[in-house]
Antibody, heavy 126, light 106 residues
Framework: EVQLVESGGGLVQPGGSLRLSCAAS????????MNWVRQAPGKGLEWVSGISGGGGSTYYADSVKGRFTISRDNSKNTLYLQMNSLRAEDTAVYYCAKVLVTMVRGVVKGCYLDYWGQGTLVTVSS | SYELTQPPSVSVSPGQTASITCSGDKLGDKYACWYQQKPGQSPVLVIYQDSKRPSGIPERFSGSNSGNTATLTISGTQAMDEADYYCQAWDSSRYVFGTGTKVTVL
């Protein structure tokens, strides 16, 4: 059974930093792309960042580009999100999620998130 | 940037059919999926690749996608289906979520 467990959330002051972790089990971790998705209190889902299985390709939402860094350690089956220069609007529950891919004739045509962690709350406030 | 729009709310009586739409420019040219999220819980994938159901998802959940609109249909809606539903598409290596629809089972 695939399990994803996030940790590292908490209260941080504006301008501060935090590193989230996501420990994965029940899957060949290095075979799958992974993502971070967040949800502000009472709001909808917002994609934050993604990383390929080998870690060589990373992607970011415009709202976090230049401030957040996604990485992974496949030897530890762990995904990370380093968050710097945090703002009040970054306050949210952060979920890590595993990617499921649709390929057509060797080309990726669709990506979905088929397993999610329980989330970790990040609160940015003075 | 690409955007997906959903109705804020849908109401349905128990046993009836609920339909939730997701609109985006030429959405039918992409693959869409749907997530269910109950209060205080993580999202759950209920439909992917427009119409496929992951293992463990009841048959009453179905999906379609054509033109500018993807649709999630819940047939024989049960009280346990009351939740928020989000559509999602993949565009230029980014995951785009819909605005979300709250389904109320009256």
């Amino acid at each position: 059974e695939v399990q994803l467990v996030e940790s590292g959330g908490g209260l941080v002051q504006p301008g501060g930093s935090l590193r989230l972790s996501c420990a994965a089990s029940g899957l060949t971790f290095s075979s799958y792309a992974m993502n971070w998705v967040r949800q502000a209190p009472g709001k909808g889902l917002e994609w934050v960042s993604g990383i390929s299985g080998g870690g060589g390709s990373t992607y970011y939402a415009d709202s976090v580009k230049g401030r957040f860094t996604i990485s992974r350690d496949n030897s530890k089956n762990t995904l990370y999100l380093q968050m710097n220069s945090l703002r009040a609007e970054d306050t949210a529950v952060y979920y890590c999620a595993k990617v499921l891919v649709t390929m057509v004739r060797g080309v990726v045509k669709g990506c979905y998130l088929d397993y999610w962690g329980q989330g970790t709350l990040v609160t940015v406030s003075s | 940037s690409y955007e997906l729009t959903q109705p804020p709310s849908v109401s349905v009586s128990p046993g009836q059919t609920a339909s939730i739409t997701c609109s985006g420019d030429k959405l039918g040219d992409k693959y869409a999926c749907w997530y269910q999220q109950k209060p205080g819980q993580s999202p759950v994938l209920v439909i992917y690749q427009d119409s496929k159901r992951p293992s463990g998802i009841p048959e009453r959940f179905s999906g379609s996608n054509s033109g500018n609109t993807a649709t999630l249909t819940i047939s024989g809606t049960q009280a346990m289906d009351e939740a928020d539903y989000y559509c999602q598409a993949w565009d230029s290596s980014r995951y785009v979520f819909g605005t979300g629809t709250k389904v109320t089972v009256l």
